[in-house]
């Protein structure tokens, strides 16, 4: 399934949804998504996974990315991740730092 | 039983081709899909790091087989880059600290060793050989949090 991603801000969070499956040959799309949202100055970057069915690195690389970009006061959560896609957040360790959450 | 070989250009654009290699040798070895998403995470982390810092991006060939006994399933990917083991040369990440404070490294070759049972690599005749092995059967439930793992032969 070909990986796609949107984001919309309102207030203070930016949206992004993601689809598909992302690994490191469409992970720039993601990178540059983030970017814009970390360029947009929001408190809440808001992940809507509930479509996203693959993850590799690349994909956790573009949330240091972010975390590293916005700051420790900057919300990043993870909603309705899948159970392998969450698995591999947390084989990273990442789930200290990005929340998941059901939704 | 063994899959015909793939031989693919060592490009990002060949990973989907890999996958899909990858996941119809899952379906065939009747993998729950929880062990086939390790498998394919694994085979597409490997691949990744050859087309990335193997060959540097620069022209190259995958070579990829896959198979399956009484009790595995198995993948073995060759390439002609500069000699690279991955489990000797896996650093875990570091996992406690906040991800502000992380270095990004590595994090494609943990993901890879950690999802597979077993991992081995040899390097002869200029040729780096890597093979994945999956148990087909006593899938229990895996910890959330494999860090600590190490499929890698001490």
Redesign the interface.
Known sequence: MPFSVSVTTSADTATIELSGELDAASAPAFHDTIEKAAAAGVGHVAIKAHHLTYMASAGLRSLVFARQKMGEDVRITVAGATAPVARTIRQAGFDRSVTLVDE | MQLNALCLPAT??S??EI?CYVLDLAGQAGLP??PS?RL??AA??LA?NV??HGYRESPGELRIVGGMDEDTVWIRMEDDAPRFDPGANRVP????L???Q?T?GG??I??AL??LDDFSHSYADDHNSSTLVIRRHDHDDRP????GDDPTPK
Do not use: F, K
């Not at chain 2, 990440?93 to 406690?96: E, I, L, M, R």
């Not at chain 2, 959330?144 to 860090?147: E, K």
């Open positions: 990002l654009a990973l989907d996958a899909d929880e998403y394919r995470l597409d982390e990744t087309v990335m990440p570091q996992t406690q906040p991800l502000a992380r990004i994090l494609g943990h993901l950690t999802s959330d949090d494999r860090c």
